[in-house]
């Protein structure tokens, strides 16, 4: 008798595999294929051979507007949660929104299903709010240490890998492969990033850490924004420089028209943040078609204190735009992006620009990366 309970436990195992197998085979083959752009964490784990463990902006309900039926639902952790895709210039998919009811699949809508991690989602930096299988990537022994070098370092370049996702028609995600983008971002922050004219209080908020969330009040900001952006009669060097370097074996043209307005400055969390970028920033500007070898690289000085990289931050009853350091807001993030506009018909017919997306490592007003 055990022997034959133990034969027909081994045999439903052996069919849950099977049946895993096939599920996982079948999305593959008959899933809808797509890119979306990840951030590599931790390369290693001993016990279970080498693999890449994966972050997307998709894993953070900060990343995108939320749809939730009702609109003052509260999730849980182990909800369901659906990421509905749209394709972004250049061929990668991000998230459109999020919403906690199922999409109709007859409507042709690509959407990822995942489930909630945390009661508390959508707080803090780099939040994995929301997993939905994809999150590790493995590998052959060895390959991930070089994954990891590939990827990059804090505070120098880095590529970003594009997972590779067959998605079924319910939601259901596969990880099948990666590639690189062909272009590496980095940051470089000056020593003497912060203001040069400093109050007592600001030395003191130097103190507080950089997860930490605004602990001064609308009003104090406004109050003091006029003594710390008031400028040194030392000259220093711009407090941040951006770096774009073609990784590729090809050449590759962005537009980045006068004033560096390919790129912008914009909070981490677009959806839920204060700070936005002020109207009539870089408008009406022409092509500015920048060409990159293999191997060469773009280095532009963003000096916070001029108004192209300012930003405005909403208050109660108004909007304050200034330099992001003289907020004094040190719990708030903020990255250099680039993102490729749509191709157009009043779009230089002679170049071809490169299609895509650069977002580089967040920083806050102390001059701290993530």
Wanted: charged share 25%; net charge negative.
């Amino acid at each position: 008798m055990r022997s034959a309970v133990i034969a027909v436990c081994v045999f439903a195992q052996a069919l849950a595999l099977a049946y895993m197998v096939y599920g996982r085979e079948a999305i593959i083959s008959d899933g809808t294929s797509i890119s979306i752009a990840t951030a590599p964490l931790d390369p290693r784990d001993p016990f279970r051979g080498d693999f890449v463990r994966l972050r997307y902006g998709l894993n953070s309900l900060a990343h995108a507007p939320t749809r939730w039926t009702p609109a003052d639902a509260e999730l849980r952790k182990g909800d369901k949660v659906y990421a509905v895709l749209q394709e972004r210039p250049g061929g990668l998919h991000d998230v459109a929104y999020f919403t906690n009811v199922e999409p109709d699949s007859a409507t042709d809508t690509l959407f990822l299903r995942g489930r909630l991690r945390t009661d508390n989602p959508g707080i803090g930096l780099n939040r994995v709010d929301v997993g939905y299988g994809i999150e590790q990537l493995f590998v052959e022994q060895g390959r991930g240490i070089d994954i990891e070098e590939r990827q990059g370092v804090r505070g120098g370049l880095q590529t970003a890998m594009h997972a590779r996702v067959s998605v079924s028609s319910d939601g259901t995600a596969v990880l099948t492969g990666y590639d690189w983008n062909a272009l590496a971002i980095g940051i470089e922050i000056a020593d003497d990033f912060a203001l040069n004219r400093q109050t007592a209080d600001d030395n003191e908020m130097e103190q507080v850490e950089a997860d930490s969330p605004m602990t001064d009040t609308p009003e104090s900001i406004t109050e003091t924004m006029a003594e710390t952006s008031a400028p040194s009669s030392k000259p220093s060097a711009p407090p941040l420089t951006l770096t774009i370097s073609n990784v590729a074996d090809q050449s590759v043209t962005l537009d980045n028209p006068g004033d560096d307005c390919g790129f912008h400055l914009e909070p981490v969390n677009r959806t839920t943040s204060r700070y936005l970028e002020p109207e009539g920033i870089c408008a009406d500007m022409r092509n500015g078609p920048v060409t990159l070898m293999p191997g060469e690289s773009l280095s532009i000085a963003v000096d916070l204190a001029l108004p192209r990289w300012h930003m405005s931050l909403k208050l109660e009853e108004s909007i304050r735009t200034g330099d992001v350091r003289s907020f004094r807001d040190h719990g708030e993030w903020f990255r250099l992006v680039y993102r490729s506009a749509e191709p157009s018909d009043s779009a230089d017919k002679d170049t071809s620009f490169w299609q895509g997306e650069l977002i580089s490592q967040a920083f806050n007003a102390l001059g701290q990366i993530d």
